[in-house]
């Protein structure tokens, strides 16, 4: 799953999450990661943050937010088994790494040994989708349909809807 929008709020007035305490989770979203927790599910993260190739913030302290976030989702028994991203800057048109190039993805497959057609990457944004779409991968996508729009039928995600709360039926079915 992605990380901003989907686990935690994005910054209101910044563009990044520059320390823990600009971090706050998304209560729903949490709470679905739960209830999915409880059916056996565990969670990697693959997102991007310019934040490091602009110099906003430092790989040592966007380790310590994800440190932060592991932990504190595993208090309530979700498993974040790892986070990946994308230091590159967003106008790096040559990354391999960064959402919708599937770099990470790749290697959240080899690592963890997962075939990604059996997985499903929840995401906020239609770059999320076409990165799922890249690595042969599925998504569930939050937000507003519209958004969609520059998306061709491979590529749509499976469902479409507000939270991570209302998609659970649709996961536990998926995996059946």
Same mark, same amino acid.
């Given at each position: &799953?992605?990380?901003?929008?989907?686990? /935690?709020?994005?910054?209101? /007035?910044?563009?990044?999450?520059?320390?823990? %305490?600009?971090?706050?989770? !998304?209560?729903?979203?949490?709470?679905?990661?739960?209830?999915? *927790?409880?059916? $056996? #599910?565990?969670?990697?993260?693959?997102?991007? =943050?310019?934040?490091?190739?602009?110099?906003?913030? *430092?790989?040592?302290?966007?380790?310590?937010?994800? /440190?932060? &976030?592991? @932990?504190?989702? &595993?208090?309530?028994?979700?498993? !974040?088994?790892?986070?990946?991203?994308?230091?590159?800057?967003?106008?790096?048109?040559? %990354?391999?790494?960064?959402?919708?190039?599937?770099?990470? #993805? #790749? &290697? +959240? *497959?080899?690592?963890?040994?997962?075939?990604?057609?059996?997985?499903? #990457?929840? $995401?906020?944004?239609?770059?999320?989708?076409? +990165?799922?779409?890249? +690595? $042969? %991968?599925?998504?569930?996508?939050?937000?507003?349909?519209?958004?969609?729009?520059?998306?061709?039928?491979?590529?749509?995600? @499976?469902?479409?809807?507000?939270?991570?709360?209302? *998609?659970? =039926?649709? !996961?536990? =079915?998926?995996?059946?």
């Amino acid at each position: &799953m992605d990380r901003d929008g989907v686990i /935690n709020h994005k910054v209101k /007035n910044k563009r990044y999450v520059e320390k823990w %305490s600009d971090f706050k989770f !998304i209560d729903e979203n949490v709470d679905a990661l739960e209830t999915l *927790s409880k059916k $056996g #599910f565990k969670f990697i993260v693959i997102t991007n =943050q310019a934040c490091i190739s602009l110099n906003i913030i *430092s790989k040592k302290t966007l380790s310590y937010i994800h /440190n932060k &976030m592991k @932990l504190e989702l &595993m208090k309530k028994r979700i498993e !974040i088994l790892d986070v990946f991203y994308s230091p590159d800057h967003f106008n790096d048109t040559f %990354s391999k790494t960064r959402k919708p190039a599937p770099g990470l #993805f #790749f &290697m +959240a *497959s080899y690592l963890y040994k997962i075939n990604l057609g059996d997985c499903i #990457f929840i $995401g906020d944004d239609p770059r999320d989708c076409l +990165a799922a779409a890249n +690595a $042969g %991968s599925n998504s569930i996508f939050l937000g507003k349909k519209k958004l969609l729009t520059t998306l061709n039928k491979d590529q749509y995600p @499976l469902k479409v809807c507000k939270n991570i709360k209302n *998609s659970i =039926q649709f !996961i536990i =079915q998926f995996y059946k």
